[in-house]
């Protein structure tokens, strides 16, 4: 579902990466179009891999939204404001999602995008991802970003990579609950026995930073990261530091070792 509807992320960061905090005026201007426009159309072009997929998408704010795809799946994506539905004409299926629960939940809700906006005019330099178990949806938002970055030619902001590390099932469930994506196969591994929840869970999120650095590091991701790591009750407190002495170990090494933050030959 995700990678269906990550090319609107790059819409998204289009509008983001118009904001300068020199450039006020700029912002008020930004602010007074989003708040006079009530609909969007455009058409995007989309790539994952090495897949090109083309189309057409017609906004209506708030939370309304519908997508074609020109192929012969006849896919189609639309948004009723509580639901997005993706539909295969083709396959005769119909996969429906809460859109709470989807990037669409904030790209199709203005008054969001303003509220970002105004942040940034008052000084927010960087976001925070929600807490991480899986690191497939971050590398393509990072890699998405990257690219409108550079499009655009202007300064990314710092993304911080969140990580809690948890050491019972209820705290498993409450992340659950919060709306933390963990794969099926994650979640097992996770609760494979009560003892060494937590071992295990701080192993996991390791393996994260790790699999997201290499990304960055192969497809040469200039966007900045950071850590974000948060304790999930009182009683993890001491869980979450150990995890962030390992993770801030292995984040030193790593901007040691990386060219990608230097300045380029022809900058």
Known sequence: MTKKIFFLLKIFFLFLLSINIVLADLQKNLINKLTATQTLTFNFKQKIADKEEIGNCFVKYPLLMKCNYKNS?????????????????????????????????FILEKEKIIDLIR???????????????????ICKLLWHYNNAVEER???????????????????????????????????????????????????ICMELLEDILAFVTENEIRVPIGLNVEHIMTYNFDHSVELLQKMSKRYRSFCMGSDLYRPRPDS
């Open 73 to 105: 799946k006849g896919k189609t994506i639309i948004s009723n404001g509580k639901t997005v539905a993706i539909i295969k004409k083709k396959y005769k299926k119909i996969y429906l999602y809460p859109i709470k629960s989807t990037p669409l939940s």
């Open 119 to 137: 942040k940034s005019n008052h000084g927010s330099e960087f976001f925070t991802t929600q807490v991480l178990y899986d690191s497939d949806d």
């Open 153 to 203: 030619g202007s300064e990314p902001r710092r993304v911080l990579l969140s990580f809690a590390p948890i050491s019972t099932k209820k705290n498993l469930d409450f992340l659950k609950w919060l709306g933390v994506e963990i794969p099926e196969e994650t979640e097992e591994k996770l609760i494979q026995s009560e003892e060494g929840i937590k071992e295990r869970s701080i192993e």
